[in-house]
């Protein structure tokens, strides 16, 4: 199993700023994935973080809107910029150990933008 | 899009055993059946996953007809903790299909 942390759990934020997202995880991990879940909807993935290449985004997610980093195997950001109401959402780390194997989930990050 | 379909919603009485559907029919000879639930205000929880044969864990059994076109995810004794949304998700193995697409899923409910 793993502990994944993410901060902060949640926020309030006026439009036109950003905000960055952390996970942190207990142990080494070769695949990261961001989700986005809007109000009542499902998750989305927004990309997939690997350590020591850029993030691969998913249609309809661009590195502009999402910047992404993965300075190593235990650590990522993801900042939601110039934020808008339509960017309330939760935001969910996931991690993969490799393989055919679980994904683990962080609680996820609620964004409020007003 | 997703390649399963779930029924929107369901409801099991507290003790009794959830059967949740899923249909997978497009599914591809190495790729995988998982199911994840997420319960109110958390992030997804991994319950089971299998390919072909049938598997059960501390947590529920997964059962997948012959031809892997459907599978149903059994909870042997409901309870309130169980009401949750249940998401069947169809995954490969190969290097670059490592990432979860999450449909609708089914909402259980859990009746007293």
């Known amino acids: 199993s793993a502990v994944i942390s993410q901060k902060p759990s949640r926020d309030i934020c006026q439009r036109g700023t950003s905000l960055t997202i952390q996970c942190q995880v207990d142990s080494q991990v070769t695949m990261m994935f961001w989700y986005r879940q809007q109000p009542g909807q499902s998750l989305t993935l927004i990309a997939t973080a690997n350590q020591g290449s850029e993030a691969t985004y998913e249609s309809g997610f661009v590195i502009d809107k999402f910047p992404i980093s993965r300075p190593n195997l235990t650590f990522s950001t993801l900042t939601v910029s110039n934020m808008s109401p339509e960017d309330s959402s939760i935001y969910l780390c996931?991690?993969?150990?490799?393989?055919?194997?679980?994904?683990?989930f962080g609680e996820g990050s609620r964004l409020t933008v007003l | 899009d997703a390649k399963t379909t779930q029924p929107p919603s369901m409801d099991c009485a507290e003790g009794r055993a959830a059967n949740l559907p899923c249909n997978h029919s497009t599914i591809s000879g190495n790729e995988y059946v998982y199911w994840y639930r997420q319960i109110h205000s958390q992030g997804p929880q991994y319950i089971i996953h299998g390919l072909k044969n049938n598997e059960t864990n501390e947590m529920a059994s997964l059962i997948i007809t012959e031809d892997r076109k459907s599978s149903t995810l059994i909870l042997p004794h409901a309870t309130l903790r169980d009401t949750a949304v249940y998401y069947c998700?169809?995954?490969?193995?190969?290097?670059?299909?490592?990432?979860?697409?999450f449909g609708k899923g089914t909402k259980l409910s859990v009746i007293p």
């Open positions: 998700i169809v995954r490969g193995s190969g290097a670059g299909s490592y990432q979860l697409t």
């Open positions: 996931s991690v993969d150990f490799g393989g055919i194997g679980e994904l683990f």
